[in-house]
T-cell receptor
């Protein structure tokens, strides 16, 4: 079974803090994604990566950055957390580079609260 | 116009009935379509993918795609209380490299 592991299930941070959300997958998947999920807004893509050291902006990249130094690890960074970044963050990976790119495996999520 | 639209529900069906979930999308060149199920407090999990016009069946689930009308649907036959969840429609857009989700339809299967 594919396992996507997010290091922290629950985090509480203060406004202005730097926040790191870590995600590791164990199936040698090429593609990794970061989404946030908010009530009424659904899942929104923040960043994605199709290869090591490669990243592309999703729909809402403002206030976020990412790092992919190794194939299995994709980190989401909030340089200066703000209250509007309080959300559920979901990491996902997928194996295929073609039309099956949308066959995602999700981690359990990291619920971030920014005070 | 949202890229992927779903009725938020809740959609209530009696146990044993057919549940019909619908989704429309705006990007005419989209080629890949997915249905995810998300239980309360859990992450989404893929249940169906469909790439060609017509129907695709997998157990009690049938995905239907009509590219001309830009809609995709999910039918759940013999609905069970364990099917109660939010169902997310997702479409591969942006030239095929970005998966966009709808906001989901909440399904309630009642005894």
């Amino acid at each position: 079974d594919v396992k996507v592991t997010q290091s922290s299930r629950y985090l509480v941070k203060r406004t202005g803090e730097k926040v790191f959300l870590e995600c590791v997958q164990d199936m040698d998947h090429e593609n990794m994604f970061w989404y946030r999920q908010d009530p009424g807004l659904g899942l929104r893509l923040i960043y994605f990566s199709y290869d090591v050291k490669m990243k592309e902006k999703g729909d809402i990249p403002e206030g976020y950055s990412v790092s992919r130094e190794k194939k299995e690890r994709f980190s989401l960074i909030l340089e200066s957390a703000s209250t509007n970044q309080t959300s559920m963050y979901l990491c996902a990976s997928s194996l295929y580079p073609d039309r099956r790119t949308g066959e995602l495996f999700f981690g359990e999520g990291s619920r971030l609260t920014v005070l | 116009q949202k890229e992927v639209e779903q009725n938020s529900g809740p959609l209530s069906v009696p146990e044993g009935a057919i549940a019909s979930l619908n989704c429309t999308y705006s990007d005419r060149v989209s080629q890949s379509f997915f249905w995810y199920r998300q239980y309360s407090g859990k992450s989404p999990e893929l249940i169906m993918s469909i790439y060609s016009n017509g129907d695709k069946e997998d157990g009690r689930f049938t995905a239907q795609l009509n590219k001309a009308s830009q809609y995709v649907s999910l039918l759940i036959r013999d609905s069970q209380p364990s099917d109660s969840a939010t169902y997310l429609c997702a479409v591969l857009t942006g030239g095929g490299n970005k998966l966009t989700f709808g906001t989901g339809t909440q399904l309630k299967v009642e005894l």
